[in-house]
């Protein structure tokens, strides 16, 4: 599973664990994890401001866009709907929530196309496998898990993650993401879930982790507003 990206796997385990594209927590995160490996693949590139205490959760932080275009189709529509927005320079905090929630934002037909483009990519990576079911009025897209994709994913953080004490960028985003919508809990016997605590206390202070923060502020804000 190594070629796979890290937002396809997150989406893995959150299709596992029964949330749908359209869960709030899932849109959000999974937005934020595009984001997030595009800045490290080079198609979004960090301003750093030596001015700004906590940068990256200042409302002013800035990503800006890079001339390489990302290779994934989904990855691509991201990066075309902030090409359009005509600013050389855009918080990534404002980046998720304008996606989402703007009012130049994504509509539900280009979430919709965006998705697709997702399952397109899962299927083709064997993570998934959809049924369609016919309803009264149209035919649903059924989504099945890979369980043995699944268990290979859960040995993978295992490898990389609970057994090193170094860890790459793509595994510390995808842990990050997992912590934070407690996906963990239910895969790790008490052992592992003792070591996952501390090696997340050992990456809090990595950009990585902070910048799956900034997702974590969006949706808490969001949840805020329609509570």
Not at 35 to 52: A, P, R, S, Y
Not at 56 to 73: I, Q
Not at 169 to 180: A, F, Q, R
Request: hydrophobic share 40%; glycine share 2%.
């Amino acid at each position: 599973m190594r070629d796979v990206s890290v937002s396809e796997k997150f989406a893995l385990f959150m299709l596992k664990e029964k949330y749908s594209f359209n869960y709030l927590e899932f849109k959000i995160y999974f937005i934020g994890s595009v984001l997030i490996e595009m800045i490290m693949d080079g198609n979004l590139k960090i301003i750093d401001n030596i001015n700004q205490k906590n940068k990256l959760f200042d409302s002013k932080y800035k990503v800006t866009l890079t001339t390489k275009a990302p290779n994934k189709e989904y990855s691509r529509v991201v990066y075309n709907y902030i090409k359009d927005l005509n600013k050389n320079e855009i918080s990534l905090k404002d980046a998720i929530h304008y996606i989402l929630y703007g009012k130049h934002g994504f509509s539900d037909k280009k979430y919709r196309e965006l998705v697709a483009l997702v399952k397109t990519d899962m299927v083709s990576n064997n993570l998934i496998n959809i049924d369609k079911k016919r309803g009264l009025f149209r035919t649903k897209d059924v989504i099945l898990v890979n369980e043995d994709k699944f268990s290979s994913l859960i040995e993978e953080i295992r490898e990389e993650f609970i057994e090193k004490d170094s860890y790459n960028d793509k595994t510390i985003l995808l842990v990050s993401l997992l912590n934070l919508v407690n996906c963990l809990k239910n895969v790790m016997n008490k052992y592992e879930k003792s070591e996952l605590k501390e090696k997340l206390a050992v990456i809090k202070d990595t950009d990585i982790y902070e910048y799956v923060g900034v997702a974590r502020e969006v949706y808490t804000a969001i949840v805020a507003a329609i509570s």
